[in-house]
Nanobody, 124 residues
């Protein structure tokens, strides 16, 4: 079992920045692919970014590429999502997820554990 707790969400003006954190506990953090997803009101949850255990492979959705950066600190069992140049359409609940193994994936059904989510609201 892996427990995930997100933090760092909040209200920010368009063009601003936020850094989300996801603290993991339970099984060995380095055994997991870590991902970020988001769900806007009335929309399905969508992939944002993923990172492998050694941070040698990272994926970002086209909608956030160049603005968001995923990273991880295995010593702290924490994964981050640095968000810059935020837009109102980035408003959503952001979820951290963990996938056992080594295969990178953007599909939420392939992730084994989820956090409770943190709200990000970008005002225009």
């Amino acid at each position: 079992q892996v427990q995930l707790v997100e933090s760092g969400g909040g209200l920010v003006q368009a063009g601003g920045s936020l850094r989300l954190s996801c603290a993991a506990s339970g099984q060995t953090f380095t055994n997991y692919i870590m991902g970020w997803f988001r769900q806007a009101p009335g929309k399905e949850r969508e992939f944002v970014a993923a990172i492998n255990w050694g941070a040698s492979f990272v994926y970002h959705a086209d909608s956030v590429k160049g603005r968001f950066t995923i990273s991880r600190d295995n010593a702290k069992n924490t994964v981050y999502l640095q968000m810059s140049s935020l837009k109102p359409e980035d408003t959503a609940v952001y979820y951290c997820a963990a996938r056992a193994g080594y295969a990178m994936t953007r599909l939420e059904g392939n992730y084994d554990y989820w956090g409770q989510g943190t709200q990000v609201t970008v005002s225009s």
